[in-house]
């Protein structure tokens, strides 16, 4: 801190606020280039796959009770077998209460408490989170053996850590849970069999976190640098030069997301015909 005497001019009040602000559009705009991404990858999927898509666009100024309303009428609508709300929704919004009417055996992104539950429990209707599974489908799809294996899961979030470490230990994995109070992080992956990387840190997870025979998950999705690159949670060259085997940003869980998502409302339609 400066002393304050002498002439106070505004221009380096102006410059630091200028600062702030423009992390805060830069964030935004990650964030909304995320989402938007994340909605074009999940209509071409479901399009791909043959599954009819109807968007539902709302206006920003969209009331709580509007939006509640728009949610029940696909509820009741017979040829809507999933609903998928994007958000964050804008701030005067309770994206909870939003959440909480989707009927849980159309709530294929897992945002109900009736999902939750389902993932918590082993059984019930819903769904897991999209990409909490697509960390699963990957690990089936290599065939990494679960069953007894030490896995290490870091980040606790309820859309990403909290359910994949459940659907891990319905694998029968032992599963340690860590965050950003865990003390020695390195050392606690270190010993992991597999590792599954959901902290959102630009490559944060670097060579002194892995070891060779390791099954590494990134499931971190960051924009880094000037130039903005795409990275995950892990330093990629760093793990593989460890000898472990790594999922990569871009181009590992994140296409598989979209692929659960579609799945998930084919098993929805199948279960709703089923009734
Ligand atoms: P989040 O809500 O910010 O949670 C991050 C978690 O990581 C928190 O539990 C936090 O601990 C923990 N953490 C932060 N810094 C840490 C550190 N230095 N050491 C250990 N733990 C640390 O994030 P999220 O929504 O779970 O997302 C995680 C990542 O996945 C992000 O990069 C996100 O963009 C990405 N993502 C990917 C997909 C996909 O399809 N691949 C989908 C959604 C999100 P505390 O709880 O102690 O704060």
């Given at each position: 801190?400066?002393?304050?005497s002498?002439?106070?001019?505004?221009?380096?009040?102006?410059?630091?606020?200028?600062?702030?602000?423009?992390?805060?559009?830069?964030?935004?705009?990650?964030?909304?280039?995320?989402?938007?991404s994340?909605?074009?990858?999940a209509?071409?999927?479901?399009?791909?796959?043959?599954?009819?898509?109807?968007?539902?666009?709302?206006?920003?100024?969209?009331s709580?009770?509007?939006?509640?309303?728009?949610?029940?009428?696909?509820?009741?609508?017979?040829?809507?077998?999933?609903?998928?709300?994007?958000?964050?929704?804008?701030?005067?919004?309770?994206?909870?209460?939003?959440?909480a009417?989707?009927?849980?055996?159309k709530?294929?992104?897992?945002?109900?408490?009736?999902?939750m539950?389902a993932?918590?429990?082993?059984?019930?209707?819903?769904?897991?989170p999209?990409?909490a599974e697509?960390?699963i489908?990957?690990?089936?799809?290599?065939?990494?053996?679960?069953?007894?294996?030490?896995?290490?899961?870091?980040g606790?979030?309820?859309?990403?850590?909290?359910?994949?470490?459940?659907?891990?230990?319905?694998?029968?994995?032992?599963?340690?849970i860590?965050?950003?109070?865990?003390?020695?992080?390195?050392?606690?992956?270190?010993?992991?069999?597999?590792?599954?990387?959901?902290?959102?840190?630009?490559?944060?997870l670097?060579?002194?976190?892995?070891?060779a025979?390791?099954?590494v998950?990134?499931?971190?999705i960051n924009?880094?640098?000037?130039?903005?690159?795409?990275?995950?949670d892990?330093?990629t060259?760093?793990?593989?030069?460890?000898?472990?085997?790594?999922s990569?940003?871009?181009?590992?869980?994140g296409?598989?997301?979209?692929?659960v998502?579609?799945?998930?409302?084919a098993?929805?339609a199948?279960?709703?015909?089923?009734v």
């Open positions: 801190m400066e002393n304050i002498g002439t106070l001019r505004g221009k380096p009040a102006a410059d630091a606020l200028d600062l702030e602000t423009k992390k805060a559009v830069q964030a935004l705009r990650e964030r909304g280039s995320e989402d938007l994340y909605e074009r990858g209509m071409k999927r479901c399009a791909a796959d043959g599954i009819e898509v109807r968007q539902v666009l709302l206006p920003e100024d969209v709580q009770a509007e939006l509640l309303g728009r949610i029940q009428d696909l509820n009741e609508d017979s040829t809507v077998h999933g609903i998928l709300m994007f958000r964050p929704l804008p701030k005067t919004l309770d994206e909870q209460a939003a959440c009417v989707i009927l849980p055996e709530d294929v992104d897992g945002v109900t408490a009736g999902s539950a993932v918590y429990a082993g059984k019930g209707a819903g769904f897991a999209c990409t697509a960390v489908t990957m690990l089936r799809y290599y065939q990494v053996p679960l069953r007894g294996s030490r896995a290490v899961v870091v606790r979030s309820l859309v990403i850590g909290k359910p994949v470490a459940m659907l891990l230990l319905a694998e029968h994995a032992t599963v340690t860590c965050h950003s109070r865990t003390t020695d992080l390195p050392a606690v992956t270190r010993e992991a069999d597999l590792v599954v990387a959901a902290l959102g840190r630009a490559e944060f670097g060579a002194e976190y892995f070891r025979g390791q099954t998950i990134d499931v971190g924009w880094s640098g000037s130039k903005q690159k795409l990275v995950g892990v330093d060259e760093a793990a593989l030069q460890a000898g472990a085997a790594v990569p940003v871009p181009g590992g869980v296409s598989v997301t979209t692929a998502l579609a799945s998930h409302v098993r929805a199948q279960r709703q015909a089923e």
